[in-house]
């Protein structure tokens, strides 16, 4: 069954400090992969999402994600974290079938730390 | 631009009550929709998807249901309201093709005492 995981329930990291939050899937054929941020008491907003051909994809507010295949992983990096990063961070996959909705992981709350 | 409306934003409702929650799409058609509940340290359970009207598929079987009478409107109902069906309730959609990502509504958030 596909599933994700995201190791890190929170994390705090200094401002001005690099960031990268853990997700790995499991799933029987090519990945669909997504990043989702959300405030509190708010929707969820998409990051960035990786498809097929470069496995670095590029996304809002200066995020970064790299899909290891061999490692079954797409782990979500940012240079340096601004306190406004602040927010829960989720991992999804989806598959390629019209209609199948997207599984995702049980999120990582990042806190920024002056 | 497409968007999506979701209310109320929150409910206060006591246990044994009926529920409604609506969703609504704008700038699209025929999109899929799908609602999710989102509970503290569990991240995001789907509850239902639609791919069009009339059509409802269901995650987890429970006291909940979803109908869509209108090609842009997802209703999320309860006859009966349980404790356990507190939660933050997100509606979601895409386009009717492969592999969208999703998007969403602000979402609402349900208290059942």
Same mark, same amino acid.
């Given at each position: 069954?596909?599933?994700?995981?995201?190791?890190?329930? !929170?994390?705090?990291?200094?401002?001005?400090?690099?960031?990268?939050?853990?997700?790995?899937?499991?799933?029987?054929?090519?990945?669909?992969?997504?990043? $989702?941020?959300?405030?509190?008491?708010?929707?969820?907003?998409?990051?960035?999402? $990786?498809?097929?051909?470069?496995?670095?994809?590029?996304?809002?507010?200066?995020?970064?994600?790299?899909?290891?295949?061999?490692?079954?992983?797409?782990?979500?990096?940012?240079?340096?974290? !601004?306190?406004?990063? &602040? &927010?829960?961070?989720?991992? &999804?996959?989806?598959?390629?079938?019209?209609?199948?909705?997207?599984?995702?992981?049980?999120?990582?709350?990042?806190?920024?730390?002056? | 631009?497409?968007?999506?409306?979701?209310?109320?934003?929150?409910?206060?409702?006591? =246990?044994?009550?009926?529920?409604?929650?609506?969703?609504? =799409?704008?700038?699209?058609?025929?999109?899929?929709?799908?609602?999710?509940?989102?509970?503290?340290?569990?991240?995001?359970?789907?509850?239902?998807?639609?791919?069009?009207?009339?059509?409802?598929?269901?995650?987890?079987?429970?006291?909940?249901?979803?109908?869509?009478?209108?090609?842009?409107?997802?209703?999320?109902?309860?006859?009966?309201?349980?404790?356990?069906?507190?939660? %933050?309730?997100?509606?979601?959609?895409?386009?009717?093709?492969?592999?969208?990502?999703?998007? %969403?509504?602000?979402?609402?958030?349900?208290? =059942?005492?």
């Amino acid at each position: 069954a596909q599933s994700v995981t995201q190791p890190d329930i !929170h994390i705090t990291v200094s401002e001005g400090a690099s960031l990268e939050l853990r997700c790995n899937y499991s799933y029987g054929a090519t990945p669909y992969l997504f990043w $989702y941020v959300q405030s509190p008491g708010q929707g969820l907003q998409l990051l960035l999402k $990786y498809f097929s051909g470069d496995t670095l994809v590029q996304g809002i507010k200066g995020f970064e994600a790299e899909f290891k295949r061999s490692q079954s992983s797409f782990n979500l990096r940012k240079p340096s974290v !601004h306190w406004s990063d &602040a &927010a829960e961070y989720f991992c &999804a996959v989806g598959a390629y079938q019209a209609g199948t909705a997207l599984i995702f992981g049980k999120g990582t709350t990042l806190s920024v730390s002056s | 631009s497409q968007t999506i409306h979701q209310w109320p934003a929150t409910l206060v409702q006591p =246990v044994g009550s009926p529920l409604s929650l609506e969703c609504t =799409v704008e700038g699209t058609s025929n999109p899929n929709l799908y609602w999710y509940r989102q509970a503290a340290g569990r991240g995001l359970q789907l509850l239902f998807y639609s791919v069009g009207i009339g059509q409802i598929s269901s995650e987890v079987p429970q006291n909940l249901s979803a109908s869509r009478p209108q090609d842009r409107q997802f209703i999320l109902s309860s006859k009966k309201l349980l404790l356990s069906d507190s939660g %933050f309730y997100l509606c979601a959609w895409s386009p009717g093709i492969g592999n969208s990502p999703l998007h %969403f509504g602000n979402g609402t958030r349900l208290t =059942v005492t």
